[in-house]
């Protein structure tokens, strides 16, 4: 009895949302309009999250060691840094790299290449470069460092100088725009959702308030309330599935557009990211789209079937 | 079978629609209740179904007291009694047969049962031929024989008509009478609302004049009353 029910109520539905003509389309368009608010804020999203990736990748904390340091307090001073959970990655620069990376730097500078070359020495450490999980724990990263007494040689550090107290306003500043952008996005993509959904559920209480006197009469034939309020949730269902399609659609061309036009200035080529992510982005906007049409029938149809 | 007890419903301080209703109306009756628009036909009838709530007093259906039931339950009681509109009601976006069908839906009848019985009262109320016709494609005789087939279809034990026959002409409400008529003859307890007194002229059968929210006048056999 409940699958014949069932198969009822999603028949009606189906029926419903063909003999609405108008009414349907416009709550389909409403609903099309919401979730391409909410896939221009994924895909805004990527683009602010791959900006924001590209900032934090340029910051990192340089060890540079004295010349006498010895490599065996360098490579063990290397593996507790790693043990850090804050540590993303930590790479080794021998002397020699040091040398060897300062000579192909200043290949075309041949006065400081012959200076170089006078010394027969080698006038370089090495150095250690540390790249932390998030900006904001370079901080803890270099207080490790500072409290580290496998630094110290005798009565003198073997490090040279760590370039985080130099760079640290950058770092502090660069902190705070990512904090900043990082609030802002949620800020707004929070607001323009929550702005759709209240759209989106006018529309359809509209929709639905044309029915009101149906929904009454339904009631007084003795439909119970799952009867009466099953189609409508379907229909709402069906304006998500119709608008996911239609969103989908819609942002095939413009991602092609941006692609091609603003890949240099957002960093990133939006259609790739579309292509290549459209099965969760498809999930995430079929969801919210048959979520959204479920949830604002129900909470409709809740006014006038409670008699 | 209907007890109507003390039944008072004041809408604002100075409206009151029913003044202190007494009633009992017992099962395989015709019931016709008269009076001018305002009377208050039109919200006893609708406390029936519990469409509407009385300020005082209540009303039973045989021995339930309908303002103490569950949702589940008046789902259950209107399933007993059918209605038949003076605006018919009908469901605009579903067909003649959708409209009968939704109802036998309603009460849990198979597909197979919906399948044979809906084809059968369409013929009934003469109404074979329009089968898949829209209310708006239909006339209002014929969009209000269709509400009395919706309101026969799961053989209630009550059938309210309000107004049926405010919107029809002479003709065609005389085929609603007859129908309503015939419906009560096979054993189902009838309540007509009209303000039309030429309407009950010819059913014969018990009347309830109403004015100004109370019953001013029950007289068990009209004819004698006119």
Redesign the interface.
């Known amino acids: ?1 409940v699958m ?2 069932l198969k ?1 109520i999603i028949k009606a539905g189906f ?2 949302f063909a ?2 003509g108008v009414i349907s389309w416009a709550a389909v368009l409403v609903v099309t309009i919401t979730l391409s608010v909410i896939t221009a804020i994924i895909l805004l999203q990527a683009v602010l999250h791959f900006s924001l990736d590209q900032i934090k990748d340029k910051v990192d904390v340089t060890i540079y060691f004295n010349v006498n340091a010895e490599e065996s307090k360098i490579i063990s001073l290397k593996e507790s840094l790693e043990k850090l959970p804050e540590v993303e990655k930590v790479s080794y620069f021998s002397a020699n790299e040091s040398l060897k990376l300062f000579r192909e730097r200043h290949q075309n500078d041949y006065s400081t290449i012959a200076a170089l070359d006078e010394i027969s020495s080698n006038p370089l450490g090495g150095y250690l470069n540390v790249k932390a999980r998030e900006v904001s724990q370079y901080e803890s990263i270099a207080n490790f460092l500072n409290g580290d007494n496998t630094l110290v040689l005798g009565s003198t550090s073997i490090v040279d100088k760590i370039n985080y107290h130099q760079n640290k306003i950058v770092i502090d500043r660069l902190n705070n725009i990512i904090s900043g952008a990082q609030k802002l996005g949620f800020l707004v993509t929070l607001i323009l959702i929550i702005i759709s959904i209240i759209i989106t559920f006018n529309t359809i209480r509209l929709a639905i308030f044309i029915s009101k ?2 929904i ?10 799952m ?1 009466v309020r099953g189609p409508f949730m379907v229909e709402g269902a069906i304006y998500g599935i119709i608008a996911t399609i239609f969103t989908l659609i819609i942002f095939l061309p413009v991602t092609i557009y941006l692609g091609n036009n603003m890949t240099n200035f957002l960093g990133i080529n939006v259609y790739d990211y579309y292509i290549s992510n459209l099965f969760q982005i498809s999930v995430i906007v079929l969801l919210s789209g048959i979520f959204l049409g479920i949830v604002s029938s129900f909470i409709a149809i809740r006014k006038y079937i409670n ?1 | 079978m209907i007890y109507f007890n003390n039944v008072s419903k004041v809408y604002n301080k100075d409206s009151l629609v029913l003044n202190d209703i007494t009633l009992t109306i017992t099962s395989g009756e015709f019931v016709s209740i008269v009076g001018h628009s305002g009377a208050g036909k039109t919200t006893l009838v609708k406390m029936i179904l519990a469409d509407d709530v009385p300020t005082e007093g209540t009303v039973f259906f045989e021995s339930i007291n309908i303002f103490k039931l569950k949702d589940g339950d008046l789902t259950k009681l209107r399933r007993r009694i059918g209605v038949v509109f003076q605006d018919f009601k009908l469901l605009g976006n579903k067909t003649a047969y959708e409209n009968i069908a939704f109802a036998m839906e309603a009460v849990g009848k198979t597909n197979e049962e919906i399948e044979s019985d809906v084809p059968h009262v369409l013929e009934l109320v003469d109404l074979g031929s329009k089968m898949f016709n829209f209310p708006h494609q239909m006339s209002g005789g014929e969009q209000q024989r269709l509400a009395i087939a919706r309101a026969i279809i799961n053989q209630p034990e009550l059938i309210i008509a309000d107004e049926p026959t405010g919107n029809l002409d002479a003709i065609n409400t005389y085929e609603i009478v007859q129908i309503l008529k015939k419906i009560n003859d096979l054993g189902t307890t009838v309540i007509l609302t009209t303000h039309n007194r030429g309407v009950i002229d010819s059913i014969g059968k018990r009347v309830i004049t109403m004015e100004k929210g109370r019953i001013i006048r029950d007289d068990k056999d009209s004819k004698n009353t006119i």
């Open positions: 009895m014949i029910e009822r029926i419903n003999r609405s006197e149906e009454g009469v339904m009631r007084l034939v003795g439909a119970s309330k009867r008699k």
